[in-house]
């Protein structure tokens, strides 16, 4: 099974809104809406932001939301900030044998 | 606060067998619960990559790509779960965290830090 398509990078200015996709296949993202979004800072651990799709976790800023369309998931940042500067990664079940699938990752810049 | 701690050697071999564990603190890794216990990876400079996962009870679910190099077990006992990944290369060298994932939520919400495990002679 492939990895999921998210585009290398991203960038926005402080205020601005940025949207990263994630796209996989009827298997993955389109056929469940069960797709997760991490944020990941150099060096630490990824941070559950977006679960199931658009539902955020307890403490995650309202700024972050989620939404999917077919077989593309995508995750938007409102009112960048420059702490949101890092890297995400998006998640789908794959379908069979609890399989997860991971997106190749997006830098997210905040200019 | 749910706390998971990596521990393990951070080098190994070339063709030799990559072992990690996983300690699970401030809460029960054992019991009927919608948690499942899993392993992901992250070479230098790359994405995350699931390996697999187990649940209390044993059943575990691999990644086909790995799957005939990889065993995750668990010790509810210690309150640990395990990793081996056997004939290791290179291209094993990578990031390895233990993560919780709630399987109400499909998605990992508690990770541990991190280990970086290096293959090299």
């Known amino acids: 099974q492939s990895a999921l398509t998210q585009p290398p990078s991203a960038s926005g200015s402080p205020g601005q809104s940025v949207t990263i996709s994630c796209t996989g296949t009827s298997s993955d993202v389109g056929g469940y809406n069960y797709v997760s979004w991490y944020q990941q800072h150099p060096g630490k651990a990824p941070k559950l932001m977006i679960y199931d799709v658009t539902k955020r976790p307890s403490g995650v800023p309202d700024r972050f939301s989620g939404s999917k369309s077919g077989n593309t998931a995508s995750l938007t940042v409102s009112g960048l900030q420059a702490e949101d500067e890092a890297d995400y990664y998006c998640n789908s079940y794959g379908g069979s044998n609890h399989f997860e699938v991971f997106g190749g990752g997006t830098k997210l810049t905040v200019l | 606060q749910l706390q998971l701690q990596e521990s393990g050697p951070g080098l190994v071999r070339p063709s030799e067998t990559l072992s990690l564990t996983c300690t699970v603190s401030?809460?029960?890794?054992?019991?009927?619960?919608?948690?499942?216990w899993g392993w992901i990876r992250q070479p230098p400079g790359k994405g995350l990559e699931w390996m697999g996962s187990i649940y209390y009870s044993g059943s575990t679910y691999y990644n086909p790509s790995l799957k005939s190099r990889v065993t995750i077990s668990v010790d509810t006992s210690k309150n640990q779960f395990s990793l081996k990944l056997t004939s290791v290369t290179a291209a094993d060298t990578a990031v390895y965290y233990c993560?919780?994932?709630?399987?109400?939520?499909?998605?990992?919400?508690?990770w541990g830090q991190g280990t970086l495990v290096t293959v090299s002679s």
């Open positions: 993560a919780r994932r709630f399987d109400y939520r499909h998605s990992l919400d508690y």
């Open positions: 401030g809460g029960s890794i054992s019991g009927s619960s919608p948690y499942y």
